[in-house]
């Protein structure tokens, strides 16, 4: 089984800075076959990308995905209000190993 | 439009059963691979099983093996989950997300199972 690990836990930023949070796998993930989601209290998770780096229906530009192997990072580049929550990667190797990071959470300064 | 709704959940004693399904619209259900993921109350996603677009295969996490079954009914565009031997450690919301190749593009608003005696 791959396992994700997420970095910080916990991230306090203010708005209008840029957040970088990081996703280590414990061997490469086949095919960069990464994503991310954010997911906001009482609500279920959001896709935002996915394959790495490609942006989902609906991402705002301001979310950058990059990595490949086992080192991936989720950036976003101005923080609204409305990107403060829990962000979870996501690898899927194969339907036999499909599994998800601990979260970072992203919190108001 | 296009979504996955969930029913079924509820408080079950252990070692009792629960069924939980996925109503799908707006897609073409048969068309895709889906999902069950869940979340335990304060805790991070777990995935739970994969049924492939045309019900050929079925693969499960080693948490659930042998005691969930997933399925689906091609003529209700609906997935199911048949959850047997319930232990407390089940409890959790349970997510259907649909298969967008490789990651989870679309996502039902979960329902709470909680397992308690």
């Known amino acids: 089984e791959i396992v994700l690990t997420q970095s910080p836990a916990t991230l306090s930023l203010s708005p209008g800075e840029r957040a970088t949070l990081s996703c280590r796998a414990s061997q490469s993930v086949t095919g960069s076959y990464l994503a991310w989601y954010q997911q906001k209290p009482g609500q279920a998770p959001r896709l935002l990308i996915y394959?790495?780096?490609t942006r989902a229906t609906g991402t705002p530009d301001r979310f950058d995905g990059s990595g490949s192997g086992t080192d991936f990072t989720l950036t976003i580049s101005r923080l609204d209000p409305g990107d403060f929550a829990v962000y979870y990667c996501q690898q899927y190797a194969s339907s036999l190993s499909i599994t998800f990071g601990q979260g970072t959470r992203l919190d108001i300064k | 439009q296009v979504q996955l709704v969930e029913s079924g959940g509820g408080v079950v004693h252990p070692g009792r059963s629960l069924t939980l399904s996925c109503a799908t619209s707006g897609f073409t259900f048969s068309s895709y691979g889906m999902h069950w993921v869940r979340q335990a109350p304060g805790k991070g996603l777990e995935w739970v099983a994969i049924?492939?677009?045309?019900?050929?295969?079925?693969y499960y996490a080693d948490s659930v093996k042998g005691r969930f079954t997933i399925s689906r009914d091609q003529s209700k565009n609906t997935m199911y989950l048949q959850m047997n031997s319930l232990r407390p450690e089940d409890t959790a919301v349970y997510y259907c997300a649909r298969d967008g190749y490789k990651h989870f593009d679309l996502w039902g608003q979960g329902t709470l199972v909680t397992v308690s005696s």
């Open positions: 394959g790495a780096s």
């Open positions: 049924i492939w677009h045309d019900g050929s295969d079925k």
